[in-house]
């Protein structure tokens, strides 16, 4: 049953063996050794899992890994340079604090960094719409907003 | 059955005179040690009369922290990381204590045979216990290292600093601690007096030191117990029952293992039913197919459709007049008299990361990982359940995700030891499904609070009478092993005895107010739902109550609903967090359809103050109701970290008003149907309000958890806030757009 399947994952290809109906997000987590994308629900509701595919945030947890072969999976971990400097989005939550247990900060980090991707200036509300599908239970999210926001103003030209 | 206490708490007298600081300010203190001990600090606090709890009962200074070759310093602790940030706190207290930079300590969380036994991570008690026993035990570690440093410099303790890790003379000769202590640890137990430092002095504590966790979180670094892996590590999932008191009727493994020949090996024991795969996801397909196909006998019908409010009240139980004072006269002279009746429903703790465990069984000993809120209790009903000894079982903290309180962490490390121990030589990572955690975790007690006063001729509150109905606050854990759930379905089951109702369930029943005459009864069920602890326990919806009731009579005594708290308070620091809160919003603007509320408590009436206000605006169409900002003013004594407290408080209050506006545990004859986060929603993005915290600080007295000061008054500030917005009285939780329009 299982398969060679051919990933890129945060800039490098990757070959793993597995069922190709695995979800993408055991494949990360158990083949390719990321913790980033979490288990949440396993039914694409709480956005523990996003990933980047291709720049568009997308939950992982019950996408084929088959699915994924000719696109470009980025992680949390990708948006970490080689020599350790954060990317503005994960830095912001640093600094904000925007965190308590962290297990969701994964879908909210990726969320976020697909929303300014689509949208450089992203106000109250647009934040909020861009983030809507990843729960917090800690309730973290107005941190996270603040985050999203600082992260967007450093963003600016 | 009867039980009273003193009605006055002697904490309540313990109000520190006159207002105190709202930032970070230090007042001088007067004190018995010299000034030269700390050379160049100002005064000392006079030593405490008592050491702090956890710290009498493992008194070894080296029990707490270790010191390490490379002069880091290792503090040790029977407290779990829940994302409280209680790592910090810890760190904070013991570099302050020996002059440290934060990065040079190091936090062990609890570890049987490891770190001391604390009990459980709950009850807001970390930093009351674990950070002051690490306080007093670093103080102590350094009276010793000065002590032995004088003998080998040869220079009186006076002479010397402390700094980096090391001791210096005043002429430069320096040594490490490692190098004073020879490479041993410090055996001594702590006695008081142990000098502390003087809090003017301080260069951590009481600051919004950052988390250092958080940066790790955000580069992916493994941090929690579903990250952990290990060489040949395989997975594993429970089928959980039709329902509670489903039985397994038939078991066939014949298809099971014609679907999945990769199989690794498929569990039985009584009612268990777990399945071990090389591969997640080939144990989660499994999983899937015996749900779909084993059978389970009809469980004992839940009381689906009935009113909970009442259903609840008419069931069996024990009794008790928990607080009774003056005589219980009802009638006063020239008065009037109110009473209500509110409900709250079972909420869940639905935390975002479902359970999750590793074990491994080898040569007759258990090692186990888990998230856990007390390692050492459930080890003790593991001895019970797997019929091991207590030296057999090894259990690591790791912290997993957020719980609030007892969730289904314990049940999942039972699960993974019954199946490590069916599979011996193997780490086995059992996963719990969403489905597992939403219907299976022990839910906090729905309860129903029936309150009736009186007022006088001056409209001051003259009796009051409460009544509160609810099942357990605690089924943790230890020494029982029913209460880890996979305990009551083997083939030799351990029943529930008993739900051990313990204090929880009154919790802030009796109001916080100056009241002539009060009696309060607690009722105790035994409900249709497994239930636990939930953060702040009964105190969410014993304080929903109270303080929704104090608006009404404050409507009813035709006083400010603010005015009327404070004419029934005389705690200085209670009248402070409520005026406090009033300062917040004073220019707030209020539109139309909008309202403010506001509520007190002081949680168990003897820890932290919060005071809370809530602006909504409600739709009177449509019933929605939006919670736009909330505000939160707290004490809770000397503040170790400032932004932890805010951010337990932000959070808590965001937590509690999903609690308030949208959560209730559903269910059918079968089982729990609230399954996943479309049948148990909870807040989004969109209805999150904007969150305000002042903390009030009290470096003068004692340190106080944070974590669950917030929930009961914001469920009764929204209420109140609902209120004055359109003149809907709401007393059922949740607050859901039907009881608006209907």
């Keep these: 049953m299982a398969a060679k399947i051919t990933l890129r994952v945060n800039g490098k290809k990757r070959t793993v063996q597995v069922d190709p109906a695995t979800p993408l997000l055991y494949v990360l987590r158990n083949q390719l050794e990321l913790n980033g994308p979490k288990y949440g629900c396993g039914l694409e509701q709480c956005g523990s899992c996003l990933v980047l595919l291709d720049g568009k945030a997308v939950p992982s947890c019950r996408m084929p890994v088959e699915a994924v072969k000719d696109q470009s999976v980025v992680t949390l971990e990708g948006l970490t340079r080689k020599n350790g400097e954060l990317h503005p989005v994960p830095r912001a939550f640093v600094q904000q604090q925007a965190a308590q247990c962290g297990y969701c900060l994964n879908g909210m980090v990726i969320a976020a960094v697909a929303l300014l991707a689509e949208n450089r200036h992203p106000d109250d509300d647009a934040i909020r719409n861009g983030l809507q599908r990843v729960l917090c239970r800690c309730g973290t999210q107005a941190r996270v907003i603040r985050a999203v926001s600082q992260a967007a103003q450093e963003a600016q030209p | ?742």
């Design chain 2, 1 to 742: 059955m009867k039980k009273t206490r003193s009605a006055t708490p002697v904490s309540r007298r313990d109000f520190l005179k006159g207002a105190g600081c709202l930032t970070i300010g230090f007042p001088l203190l007067g004190g018995e040690w010299p000034a030269a001990y700390f050379p160049g600090a100002m005064p000392a606090a006079p030593p405490e009369d008592t050491l702090p709890g956890s710290l009498q009962k493992q008194p070894r200074i080296n029990a707490w922290l270790e010191i390490l070759a490379d002069g880091r310093v290792r503090v040790l602790t029977g407290k779990m990381e829940l994302g409280q940030g209680i790592r910090t706190a810890i760190a904070q207290v013991a570099a302050e204590e020996l002059d440290l930079d934060l990065d040079r300590v190091e936090v062990h969380l609890a570890e049987t045979e490891r770190t001391p036994h604390e009990g459980y991570t709950a009850g807001s008690g970390s930093i009351e216990n674990s950070a002051m026993s690490v306080r007093y035990a670093a103080a102590a570690a350094r009276q010793k290292l000065l002590a032995l440093a004088a003998q080998k410099l040869g220079q009186p303790a006076d002479q010397l600093t402390v700094a980096d890790g090391g001791v210096s003379t005043r002429n430069g000769k320096r040594l490490t601690f490692a190098e004073i202590l020879d490479g041993k640890q410090i055996e001594d137990e702590v006695r008081l007096p142990v000098a502390l430092k003087p809090k003017g002095s301080y260069r951590w504590v009481g600051k919004a030191v950052p988390r250092q966790d958080i940066e790790r979180m955000v580069r992916g670094e493994p941090m929690y117990v579903q990250d952990l892996r290990f060489p040949g590590m395989v997975h594993a999932r429970v089928v959980r029952p039709a329902g509670y008191r489903a039985r397994l009727l038939a078991f066939d493994r014949g298809p099971l293992e014609k679907e999945f020949p990769g199989l690794l090996k498929t569990v039985v024991n009584g009612d268990f039913l777990g399945v071990i795969a090389a591969e997640e996801y080939l144990a989660v397909e499994a999983h899937r197919f015996l749900k779909q196909r084993v059978r389970w006998s009809a469980p004992a019908a839940l009381p689906e459709g009935q009113p909970l409010a009442d259903y609840l009240k008419n069931l069996p139980g024990e009794t008790q007049t928990v607080q009774e004072k003056g005589t219980g006269a009802r009638e006063p002279s020239g008065g009037t008299s109110l009473r209500a009746t509110y409900f709250k429903p079972y909420v869940m703790h639905a935390s975002i990361g479902p359970s999750c465990a590793v074990a491994r069984y080898e040569d007759g000993k258990l090692h186990l990982w888990s998230h856990s809120q007390g390692i050492y209790p459930m080890r003790e009903s593991l001895v019970k359940m797997l019929g091991l000894a207590a030296t057999q079982i090894h259990v690591v903290g790791v912290p997993g995700s957020g719980c609030y309180g007892h969730n289904g962490a314990d049940d999942a490390a039972a699960d993974a030891a019954l199946l490590a121990m069916a599979y011996p030589g193997k780490h086995v990572r059992l996963q719990w499904s969403r489905e597992d955690e939403h219907g299976w975790e022990p839910y906090g007690s729905a309860m129903r609070v029936e309150i009736e006063a009186s007022l006088d001729g001056a409209g001051r509150i003259h009796h009051w009478h409460g009544e509160v109905w609810t099942d357990s606050h605690s089924t943790r854990p230890g020494p029982e092993a029913a209460n880890l759930l996979a305990a009551r379905y083997l083939e030799k089951p351990f029943r529930m005895e008993s739900p051990g109702y313990l204090g929880g369930g009154h919790r802030n029943a009796d109001p916080y107010y100056v009241l002539p005459h009060l009696r309060i009864i607690a009722h105790f069920f035994e409900g249709p739902l497994r239930v636990s602890s939930l953060r702040s326990l009964g105190a969410y919806a014993n304080v929903f109550a109270v303080e929704s009731f104090m608006d009404e009579l404050a409507e009813k005594a035709g006083k400010d609903p603010v005015e009327f708290r404070l004419a029934h308070s005389e705690d200085e620091r209670a009248i402070a967090v409520i005026r406090k809160v009033r300062e917040l919003i004073r220019s707030q603007p209020v539109a139309a359809n909008e309202g403010i509320g506001f509520a007190f408590s002081r949680y168990k009436n003897a820890a932290t103050y919060c005071a809370v206000a809530a602006k909504v605006a409600v739709n009177t169409q449509t019933g929605d109701v939006r919670v736009r900002r909330m505000w939160a003013a707290i004490d809770a004594g000397e503040v170790i970290n400032l932004d932890g407290i805010i951010n337990q408080t932000e959070g808590g209050m965001i937590q509690a008003a999903s609690w308030t506006l949208m959560e209730e545990v559903r269910f059918d004859q079968q089982h729990v149907s609230s399954l996943d986060w479309a049948t148990y929603p909870i807040f989004r993005f969109s209805d999150v309000p904007e969150v305000e915290v002042a903390v009030i600080n009290r470096p003068e007295q004692k340190p106080l958890g944070a974590g669950e000061a917030a929930q009961g008054p914001t469920a009764a500030a929204i209420a109140n806030a609902v209120y004055r917005a359109c003149g809907k009285r709401i007393r059922q939780l949740p607050i859901r757009p039907e009881k608006i329009t209907g």
